[in-house]
T-cell receptor
Framework: KQEVTQIPAALSVPEGENLVLNCSFT??????LQWFRQDPGKGLTSLLLIQSSQREQTSGRLNASLDKSSGRSTLYIAASQPGDSATYLC??????????FGAGTRLFVKA | DTGVSQNPRHKITKRGQNVTFRCDPI?????LYWYRQTLGQGPEFLTYFQNEAQLEKSRLLSDRFSAERPKGSFSTLEIQRTEQGDSAMYLCASSPAGGEQFFGPGTRLTVL
């Protein structure tokens, strides 16, 4: 059974700091992994999608990596800003058409 | 607007009543997903459609829950005989084959 874990559960950093969010999954047989952000009471906003054959994806200040063999993905946020404050979720799409989410990392960037 | 839309955005109902939610996906997406999210947790997968076919259904989806996607366009999620434990945010997403999932704003259900 696929399980997705995100560490840390919460993180508070000063503005301008570079940071790394971690996502681990127990079954390496995934089709893709997607990172999202969620603001309180809102839906999810897609940040990056990494296909199983890819190692990383970049979008602006965000870089996501994928190591299937070790069951890990990281989301790197450069030069954090207060507007980056949100919950960040990773999700893996498995065989059988299910998408399994982690519980998320709540990020607070202090001005 | 080409995003995923969901209606209603909020629903308050009494225990035992039936409720129905609607999701309109991005028009060119053939895949549609329903999730349920409670406070402090990630979304839990409920069901998946490819075009009009329901190909996957979570064990979380009891026989009180039913979903449809007639003609492979919009989808509805119905909960019969609601219970207080059904209170949650219900999220819908759509994607092209193998692509990014795009989420709607969700429907927040409160069962009194």
């Amino acid at each position: 059974k696929q399980e997705v874990t995100q560490i840390p559960a919460a993180l508070s950093v000063p503005e301008g700091e570079n940071l790394v969010l971690n996502c681990s999954f127990t079954d390496s047989a995934i089709y893709n992994l997607q990172w999202f952000r969620q603001d309180p009471g809102k839906g999810l906003t897609s940040l990056l999608l990494i296909q199983s054959s890819q190692r990383e994806q970049t979008s602006g200040r965000l870089n996501a990596s994928l190591d299937k063999s070790s069951g890990r993905s990281t989301l790197y946020i450069a030069a954090s800003q207060p507007g980056d404050s949100a919950t960040y979720l990773c999700a893996v799409w498995t065989g059988g058409f299910k998408t399994i989410f982690g519980a998320g990392t709540r990020l607070f960037v202090k001005a | 607007d080409t995003g995923v839309s969901q209606n209603p955005r909020h629903k308050i109902t009494k225990r035992g009543q039936n409720v129905t939610f609607r999701c309109d996906p991005i028009s060119e997406h053939n895949r549609l997903y329903w999730y349920r999210q409670t406070l402090g947790q990630g979304p839990e997968f409920l069901t998946y459609f490819q075009n009009e076919a329901q190909l996957e259904k979570s064990r979380l989806l009891s026989d009180r829950f039913s979903a449809e996607r007639p003609k492979g366009s919009f989808s509805t999620l119905e909960i019969q005989r609601t219970e207080q434990g059904d209170s949650a945010m219900y999220l819908c997403a759509s994607s092209p084959a193998g692509g990014e999932q795009f989420f709607g704003p969700g429907t927040r259900l409160t069962v009194l």
